[in-house]
């Protein structure tokens, strides 16, 4: 073996010890401990350690109850035992020694201490039972234990010269107590391997090392309770590895070790923490590896946050452009139906002409009825007239019948016959012409009635006829209004469809030119003033704050300003 060789110790190392969780924690327990540490006699063997690995079954038989049974009632027969002979001794030498005021108190105090006693242990045990032990409460119950059995030698003390005898009578006095806490610890530790059969057992230290290297089993002992190490032989492996690499050391230095690496020193400087030499020379690289680990791991949560943000920009410039396409869609239908409503305007405009032209016709119309109103008017004036020189040839007829009836009576004496011949004569003619007159009337009111029927009849037969036109050109002017609402509408599609061809060619033309946010904005609204007529004074700021989302009425002028620079270039989508 040459001076640089890794030395061999007496055992191998354990493959499955685990290196402690931190420098101040506690490491795993040691799951598999060697058969045989060099020379190391049989003494360390399970039986003398008192740590078999084989478990009883957790279900006791007949004879096993039985004879727990027995051991209980054996205990609490003990502490009975104890009880009773402490409790007159601790009693009377509380009263005569300790000045308790009267026996009385005396026995209250032995009572108060015994019964203390009995329900910590109790307590004690309960806890064990439950899986849920006090660790503490062992300790009161010792101290109490102790002073029973001071006071109960203190009792039987002499009071003169001590002999032989008064050193075992009062050794005698405390033998009870102590056999009495010697049988409830054993007890406490059956209960908790019954109730806890998977805890790890710690092995113990042979008493005989203890007598032969109290020191260096001292150190043991600690590092074993420090480090939860629970295997006796693990721990002396431990040594000879730590001894054997610091000899390995010695010889590759030459015997100064102080000229060996920081990394080299690691097993020596570990050691006190519960490390072994592997773990001490295996933390370098394992620090190294954890510290690439954690440098992976940043340099992946740096990645992840790149990829977080560039998928977040593309989802925010994906919605930005499905909002871009959605304005430009209603803009799209806001222009059809800006054409359509100028369709309906000029069909408005159209039918008011239409209809001014109709009521120009009606009224034209109004005048040739109310001209013939008049010479019906004209008609019925000569009907009265004619009326009015019947009744006159009427009245004309009775003043010359009465003056023929005047001179009748006057003639009536010498003209009798001729008279009344002339007369009836005369009254048949006046009686002719007044019928004649009546006749002439009634034709005259025929006549006038038959002109206002007829006049009637006219106005009736042109109010009827005009309304037939009136509605039939309002069916024509409905059909023309639908017919131009159609036409209107189907060109608004067209547009809408022209105009979202060339925006997504010029989309298509901008992603392929690779343009910025801000030339696609430009190109956006030389767009807008081209579907406005070509004019960038007839495009309003408004609407171009609203299609580029922009809230500076600045912004949007060099917007507009630019894309007519462009527009003046050449530029047509």
Excluded: C
Excluded at 41 to 56: A, C, I, L, Q
Excluded at 342 to 351: E, F, N
Aim: charged fraction near 30%.
């Amino acid at each position: 073996m040459t001076i640089t060789d890794w030395p061999r110790t007496a055992a191998e190392p354990d493959p499955d010890t685990s290196a402690p969780a931190a420098v101040s924690g506690t490491p795993q327990p040691v799951s598999r401990t060697p058969g045989t540490v060099s020379e190391t006699p049989e003494f360390v063997s399970e039986t003398e350690s008192g740590t078999g690995t084989d478990r009883s079954p957790a279900k006791l038989t007949g004879t096993q109850k039985w004879t727990t049974g027995a051991i209980v009632i054996a205990a609490l027969a003990l502490a009975g035992i104890g009880l009773y002979l402490s409790f007159e001794h601790v009693a009377d030498f509380a009263f005569k020694e300790l000045r308790f005021g009267s026996l009385g108190k005396g026995q209250l105090f032995a009572v108060g201490v015994d019964v203390g006693i009995m329900v910590m242990i109790a307590v004690d045990l309960l806890m064990a039972w439950l899986k849920r032990p006090i660790s503490w409460i062992r300790y009161p119950v010792w101290l109490l234990t102790a002073a029973t059995v001071v006071l109960n030698a203190a009792s039987g003390a002499p009071e003169g010269a001590w002999k032989l005898i008064d050193y075992v009578a009062a050794g005698a006095h405390g033998v009870v107590p102590v056999l009495f806490i010697t049988v409830v610890e054993l007890g406490r530790d059956a209960i908790d391997r019954v109730v806890r059969p998977e805890q790890a057992e710690r092995d113990s230290i042979p008493l005989l090392r203890w007598i032969l290297a109290p020191i260096a089993t001292a150190r043991i002992f600690r590092r074993m309770r420090l480090w939860g190490v629970t295997s006796y032989p693990e721990m002396i492996r431990r040594d000879q590895q730590l001894i054997a690499y610091e000899q390995w050391l010695k010889r590759k230095y030459k015997g100064d070790i102080t000229q060996a690496s920081e990394d080299e020193l690691l097993p020596m400087k570990m050691a006190p923490y519960g490390y072994t030499v592997d773990q001490a020379l295996a933390m370098p690289d394992e620090q190294e590896q954890a510290a690439q680990e954690r440098a992976e791991e940043a340099e992946r949560r740096r990645l992840d946050a790149e990829t977080r943000s560039e998928v977040a920009k593309a989802e925010s410039e994906a919605e930005r452009l499905r909002a871009k396409g959605k304005v430009e869609m209603v803009q799209a239908e806001v222009d059809g139906q800006t054409g359509q409503a100028r369709a309906h305007a000029r069909a408005q405009v159209s039918a008011a002409e239409r209809a001014a032209a109709l009521e120009q016709e009606a009224l034209d119309q109004a005048v040739i009825a109310e001209a013939r109103a008049r010479e019906a008017e004209a008609e019925r004036k000569e009907a009265d007239e004619r009326e009015a020189k019947a009744a006159a040839d009427l009245r004309a007829a009775e003043l010359e019948r009465q003056a023929a009836e005047k001179r009748k009576e006057a003639a009536e004496a010498d003209r009798v016959a001729a008279a009344e011949a002339q007369a009836i004569e005369t009254q048949k003619i006046a009686e002719a012409r007044e019928a004649a007159a009546e006749a002439n009337r009634r034709a005259a009111e025929t006549e006038r009635a038959a002109a206002e029927t007829q006049r009637a009849t006219a106005e009736a037969a042109r109010k009827k006829a005009e309304e037939e036109r009136l509605a039939k050109v309002a069916l024509a002017d409905a059909a023309r209004a639908e017919k131009e609402a159609a036409e209107a509408e189907r060109a608004a599609a067209e547009t809408r469809r022209a105009a979202a061809e060339i925006e997504q060619r010029a989309v298509e033309a901008e992603d392929v030119a690779k343009l910025k946010p801000r030339e696609r904005a430009v190109r956006r609204v030389a767009r807008m003033i081209l579907a406005a007529g070509g004019d960038a004074d007839r495009l309003p700021l408004a609407d171009i704050q609203h299609e580029l989302a922009v809230t500076s009425p600045g912004t949007a002028s060099e917007y507009r300003q630019e894309a007519a620079e462009l527009l003046a270039g050449g530029y047509r989508p």
